[in-house]
């Protein structure tokens, strides 16, 4: 992340391969607006997660959000479509949960939310 201005209000970097497409967001956190959110599209599949102060890192009024597609790893995981991920710098409770868009047998309306990145999930 330390590749990411952060003398900009948003840096965002995006890389793909065939097996995975990965997004990297720094972005300064604007206390008291509500509607500010980071939103990733990959393939069929979509991330939301709203700006919030318990998001922010350590060090400054940072947010930084890693966001993860991984293709073809049905079989080793023995899941039913590919794995998508968000990582955040900490083990936090969300005041307003992450939303993650999923297709399902051609219904694109599959919408699955969290509320906690800790360990033990």
């Known amino acids: 992340m330390d590749m990411l201005d952060d003398q900009n209000e948003v840096s965002e970097f995006e890389v793909a391969t065939s097996q995975m497409t990965l997004k990297l967001v720094k972005k300064k956190y604007k206390k008291g607006v509500s509607e500010s959110q980071t939103k990733w599209n990959a393939a069929d599949k979509k991330i939301v997660l709203p700006d919030q102060e318990e998001l922010v890192t350590d060090k400054s009024d940072q947010l930084e959000i890693?966001?993860?597609?991984?293709?073809?790893?049905?079989?080793?995981?023995?899941?039913?479509?590919?794995?998508?991920t968000v990582s955040v710098n900490k083990h936090v409770n969300l005041s307003k949960p992450v939303t993650f868009l999923l297709p399902n047998n051609g219904d694109n309306n599959v919408s699955c939310a969290f509320w906690s990145f800790s360990q033990d999930v």
């Open 66 to 84: 890693r966001m993860a597609s991984y293709n073809n790893l049905q079989e080793e995981f023995d899941s039913a479509s590919d794995v998508i």
